[in-house]
């Protein structure tokens, strides 16, 4: 364990990339709430790989079959199952990856913890694929979400060392390649390009925005916005860091820059600045909730890379083949919506709780 | 909630500032191993106040009194619980903050969460303060860890702007001031001397590493070591940024570059590199485990901030009052290996379900 | 929530009566352990319907098709899901059911609870049709058990007024109609037929027996195996009482009848009676563990039985339509042994963490 | 693990009954409701020994100090932690059972469990004086279900052979000896009489009604009322059973007698008869919420015992020295209380979570 998240909803995660099938259930969605699925369908196409040269030309409808938990649309109280068929697999692909692990991968993490049944192929569960029925619940929240008005998006900060700092702009949800600087997009998709040219990978950061939250959300210590923020965005592969407002460079400076002035604006609290990333002792203070999450470049490389044979113990070169995405975070843009959302929602369930005490 | 943290260890802290007392249970402790009483005090020493020129000068004797959990200096198998009482406060620094809020702190988001019943006095739950219980805990894993050859410690990588960029000696955590580098610690002290002498506070770094741990350790997806040990560090207050092994620096990596060769050392598996930080899929892989923490500067600063009166909703001035530290770095560091160490120990009791399988 | 059970092994049951399929997902599950396909279907075959006179007419193949977590028939450490697609409902007989719920039925209940859009069809997420996918994971567990000589079977011990009060034998789980007094078991199957015959149901009990748990399963207060094996067994529908060794009959004995004598056999230690059922302070002590399962008459009847409509709230006649067990007894009897068998193993997991220290 | 219960709150017990001292820590209370103090006296005093013929001539002041989440008799949002510090122990009269276990006790099972650190002294955490925090927690518990209209009271319903089945009473909460028939009270203290008399003791039976809770508290499957209320129930030393409504005298009816009609009462849903006890598909229906615990004899009796000394594995004698009570249901009456309104209290929180939605 534990491929589960949530104490209110509880997303739990199943499939292995080759599997029969990759899916979710969560527990713990209100009954009564119509869900959009042509809308879910649009979220979980920004995810989908194919669509574009700097990602895999794997293509995968991504299409979510619903076994339970909905009817006729509508959120009836039990359970919501939803499943992904595998059927674009080419396991023939990772038939050396049975001994030998890929540089980068959970490839031996697996073998150690499992042993030789573990599921290699592809990635197994440790597959960027599981991200798929993870969009599934979080496309859900964001629509729970989003009745409440509170709103969910994310941006790609920087690719490589192409950085976009300029100020979020709710249009770039809208966007293809969802930078704000449209220069700074293109030169972070040169970037991927170069990478792919050289058979190799890039990584990059997403920086992800929640508007509209309340303030009182989150809950003292471990439960905390940014704890439950986190767990769920290292549930991605490839997370190697999250940070809330100015994070590490908050390290840098003063308390007298760092603090955030209170001041009224309309009539409510709230502050001049936003260093705090609109989070105060884990809870939010109202203002936007600002997260980033790191991601390392894709492990999966086109270039020879040293290795070591499991059942020899010999050192050996390997060659990863099948299709990967030089860069995986234009694709992980909406995971890490999806990831923030299902923690917001579930926190605001938590804040529920004490409302008519 | 949630003031538990782990799993398979639980551990719940509870107390404000100016309580009775504050402390922590522990349930999921290994009966018949004896606890090393001395260390533990000396552990909760280095977390502290009151010892040197960079920390507040409110004294504070830290010793836990044990309730529960221990006889005779060994775990006896049931929820071991210890407190410390609150003996030197000086609640009358406080009054101003029943209505004022200090920016940067909890004190807002506690009224918005709780209402004016919240105990605002010294910070209530939310204070740093609170990391004393945690460091019990932690101490009582450093414990349990060194039974089985594994060691966590940590040291300040940053204050302000000065880096710690030497690599890691395990010495540094014999230290008064763990830097490896003593010119940088010195210049650390300076900046901290500076920031003191104008009213103000500096954040910082701290960086822990795990030696020892087995390969192995941590689940997929919500349940990787990153998912755990972050979910254990921002529980520390301040904490406002994670990252393991090359963190947000490897996003702007290639692939090639980030991606660590696995070699054979001594006959076993090995990696020639560790930018993964010891860690893939979220699972240990045997080399040192590798995480920072970013600190933003302590809140507290004499320096006159901008507030609002929560009663009559008008901006206004403050002057906090009270003993702060102008940077709480240096005392963060044990707090830092406490919950590393409790998030490692949880990890490997689940680990051990398996053995025998 | 919550259609999750367990802490170290967590079984997620999801899917209504009537929706796309039902199923569940177990995560916690050991890797390497090669699952007996066929056996697991003979178990599910125990509870399916239609076999007999005293069972619904319904057919149901109840074939567990597995989605992930096994692979050519091993458990491969990620999470394993397995659904049943649902292909013989007539939900035309529902109709009625949604505005008119059935006495002794959750119809009214998940109303209130969940508003009109709950699926009422078959008593969605309520009905007893789900504990087929609590028997996959059950039956999973029983084999993984068996692997370290733990057995758990389970025998009917009454019907209606009729007893079965013969001593436990272990062939009593081979029997189609599992008494162990013959005599007992046509008796009782003459009372289901004779309720069958009135429009009319019974209810009965079910004695479980758990043999080879080793001395110490089981942690205090509210995870000893009583608080265990009574979470899992109240997720069965229609169990309305829980009772271990003597149980309520205990009550009416004094201490000196009641208390085990400890004895020493074949080296070990023992006890001379077994009133406990096998477990003292919540843990075993090795003797076997004996619990039962009251079980309330099928409330679904053929009799015209009185309701309410709930959008008119005016009181009215109800027929109950469909095809519905007289006894639902019999089919329980693998269902309380998949209960137990889950709450047992994972106990046993949780027995591990500690075999090392 | 698990001395905590709870999800939406969760109280942790800790303590030995020879410890420095016992306590709880509830989180999840919700800030600004005043706590009666006095009141919460009272319903300990109703728990604690040494006030009349029938328990032990022990006397524990047990009033709870209170350390953490409550300031100014008001909760304050923070975890509340109350102790109970052990004054009155006699550990010398528990010194032969650190190699003798009583039978019927948890000393055997905790041996094998823990080892020899174990605290055996006065059962340590197995000890019925753990009943103490608990009722602190379900103290606070019942005043905050009484603000929502919500109350929780017992009876002793048997004791022995002797049956109290006079239709319940608000009344009997006051008395003293908590039975509704005055003749069946003065036959049950005659049977505990007799007990003592003879160096033994007696078990029996409390019955539990919660009235006002609303329809709809409760979840399916495993979060049901009776599975929550019975992990609860099962926490109490010596419960070997627990039911529903009719219970096991549901087993043996049919569904005709055992399905309660629905009827339109003032206006609202209602039944006319109430056999499932208020719960139907693990929800409660808006009528009485009834449950039973059975309580086996008190197993230490002055009566010569056969156990076996652990150190030599040879049977041998055991005469139980200290002060037990000869029958703990009179004072287990308030536990049953305790535990149903934590289950209860929990369970509604969970409701809430819906509510806006």
Redesign the interface.
């Known amino acids: 364990?534990?491929?589960?998240?949530g104490?209110?909803l509880?997303v739990?995660?199943?499939?292995?990339s080759h599997?029969?099938?990759?899916?979710v259930?969560v527990?713990?969605l209100?009954?009564?709430?119509a869900i959009d699925l042509a809308a879910l369908q649009r979220f979980m196409d920004r995810r989908a790989p194919g669509r574009n040269a700097y990602s895999t030309p794997r293509k995968e409808a991504d299409v979510p079959?619903?076994?339970?938990?909905i009817?006729d649309g509508?959120?009836?109280?039990?359970?919501?199952?939803a499943?992904i068929y595998n059927t674009n697999t080419r396991s023939g692909d990772y038939a050396e990856l049975a001994t030998t692990?890929r540089?980068?991968?959970?490839d031996?993490?697996?073998y150690?913890?499992?042993?030789?049944?573990?599921?290699y192929a592809g990635g197994?569960?440790?597959s960027g694929r599981?991200t798929a029925p993870l969009c599934i619940a979080g496309g859900i929240c964001l629509q729970l979400l989003a009745e409440k008005g509170i709103t969910v998006f994310a941006r790609i900060r920087?690719i490589?060392?192409v950085q976009d700092d300029a100020p979020f702009t709710a249009s770039v949800g809208e966007k293809d390649f969802p930078t704000v600087s449209d220069a700074a997009g293109e030169a972070m998709q040169a970037a991927i390009a170069a990478?792919k040219a050289?058979g190799?990978?890039?990584?990059?950061?997403v920086e992800c925005v929640v508007l509209g939250a309340p303030?009182?959300l989150?809950?003292?210590?471990?439960?905390?916005m940014?704890?439950r923020i986190?767990?769920?965005l290292?549930?991605i592969?490839a997370?190697?860091?999250?940070?809330?407002?100015?994070?590490?460079a908050?390290?840098?400076?003063?308390?007298?820059?760092?603090?955030?002035?209170?001041?009224?604006e309309n009539?409510?609290?709230a502050?001049?600045t936003n260093?705090?990333?609109g989070i105060?002792?884990?809870?939010?203070?109202?203002m936007p909730l600002i997260v980033r999450a790191?991601?390392?470049?894709?492990?999966?490389?086109a270039?020879e890379?040293?290795?070591?044979d499991?059942t020899t113990?010999?050192?050996k070169k390997l060659t990863v083949r099948g299709r990967h995405d030089p860069c995986i975070v234009p694709r992980a843009v909406p995971c890490v919506e999806a990831a923030v959302a299902i923690a917001v929602y579930d926190a605001w369930?938590?804040?529920?709780?004490?409302?008519?005490?």
Do not use: W
């Open positions: 364990m534990s491929s589960s998240y104490t209110n509880r739990t995660v199943f499939g292995q599997s029969e099938a990759i899916g259930t527990e713990g209100p009954a009564g709430h079959q619903f076994l339970s938990g009817k509508v959120l009836c109280g039990a359970p919501l199952t499943v692990p540089p980068g991968h959970a031996y993490t697996a150690v913890k499992y042993g030789p049944s573990r599921d197994g569960h440790f599981l920087s490589g060392t990478a050289d190799d990978s890039v990584g990059g950061v303030a009182g989150g809950d003292p210590m471990f439960d905390g940014e704890n986190a767990s769920a290292f549930g592969p997370v190697k860091g999250v940070e809330f407002g100015d994070g590490f908050a390290a840098a400076l003063r308390g007298s820059e760092n603090n955030d002035p209170f001041i009224v009539g409510a609290v502050t001049a260093h705090c990333g105060l002792g884990g809870i939010t203070n109202g790191a991601f390392k470049p894709t492990p999966s490389i270039k890379q040293q290795s070591v499991l113990l010999q050192e369930l938590e804040s529920q709780k004490y409302k008519e005490n």
